[in-house]
Every structure is written in C-alpha cells, then in structure tokens.
C-alpha cells in the first residue's frame, strides 16, 4: 500500500483567513514532504520533515507554517495568503530522506485564495 | 546547475500508435531518475526508478530506459486511459540529499 491522503480536497479562503491543510500515511514512512504546483508546472519543492524534524525549507515565505505533529501526519498550516498563492499543494512521503528513495504524492489539495 | 529537459512537451498518438518520450539531464551525478504520471488535478503517481545507465523497468505497455544523459519512456501500443502527463525528476549528489528535480513533463493524449 502506498498511500498517502489529503484533506481537504479543495480549499476556497481569503486573505485574512487562517486555515490549514493535512496530510496522512501509514506506511510507517519517516520522511515527508509538501509541495506547490501550479498549472501546467511541475511540482515546486517547499518543506521536508525527516523523523519529524523540519530538514529543508526552500526559503518559502512564513506564511506558509509547516507541522508535523507525528510520524504520521504532516500539516500546513496558512495564514495571510496571496491570490498568488493559489495552487495545488503535494504531500508526498518517503521510507526515510536517503537519496534514492521514491517519493509517493498524494491527490493534493486545490487551494483558491481570492 | 542541475537541469532536466522533456520533449516533446506534447504528443497526440492514435490508439496503438506506439512512441517514446524524451527526459534529458544535466547534474552533477545522478544518483536516480524517476517517472510519475499525472492526471489533471491529481497528485503524482509513480512509474519507476531508474539509477543507473543501461537499467531498464517495465510495467504494462510502459518501459523506461536510462543513459549517461537521457531517460526515455517508451509506450508500447497506448490506449486512451494512457492519456496523462509524464514527469521525469532525477536525484542528484549535490545539494539536498533527497531533492527531486523535475522537467516540465510531456502532455500525452491517446485518441481512439
């Protein structure tokens, strides 16, 4: 099973609202990942979690606050977003943050900030 | 700088017309290629992992092949369900350890 999942599926806010998104796997994964896409683009990297520890962030603006409550969930958490902002955001996983290993995406969350 | 280059950015292929897709790279060292496929609106799904030059996966009408400097998927007599956006990402031995770096993918449409 390689599963990851993500709630919601879609997301309408504006820009003073603060909400957040989820991501969830049980593949006993330690590794964990968000991502940015925008249309017709590839997925942009923004933060990975290695055993629950923030690893890299890709100089993404502090708007976008990351969590990663357990080894199982990871959550990002926006405040104060952009229309520019709007997107498809990736969770994706990893057995571990070793090179080579592959990164499994869950469906993403369609995010509209008007 | 580590680079990946896709062509063609799209392909229309008849049902059972078969074709290759092109993943060119540019890195430091590679340490692996990988194929996903994307649906409009939905997240990546992963195809394979390819990590060194002369390696080859397959799976279905899919098989993927890997040089020095290029990957190619190859798609063997594609029906329309085949229909999707391929992204090829590669890992390199610089910078983050895990970092995928992806081209811009190759919009395929299978017409019946």
Known sequence: DTEVTQTPKHLVMGMTNKKSLKCEQHMGHRAMYWYKQKAKKPPELMFVYSYEKLSINESVPSRFSPECPNSSLLNLHLHALQPEDSALYLCASSQDDRPQETQYFGPGTRLLVL | ?112
Do not use: M
């Not at chain 2, 090829?88 to 919009?107: E, W």
């Open chain 2, 1 to 112: 700088e580590d680079q990946v280059t896709q062509s063609p950015e799209a392909l229309r292929l008849q049902e059972g017309e078969s074709s290759s897709l092109n993943c060119s790279y540019t890195v430091s060292g590679l340490r692996g290629l990988f194929w996903y496929r994307q649906d409009p609106g939905k997240g990546p799904e992963f195809l394979f992992t390819l990590y060194s030059a002369g390696e080859e996966k397959e799976k279905e009408r899919l098989k993927a092949t890997l040089t020095k400097k290029e990957s190619f998927l190859h798609i063997t007599a594609p029906k329309p369900e085949d229909s999707a956006t391929y992204l090829c990402a590669v890992q390199a031995s610089g910078g983050a350890t895990n970092k995928l770096i992806f081209g811009t993918g190759t919009l395929l449409a299978v017409q019946p």
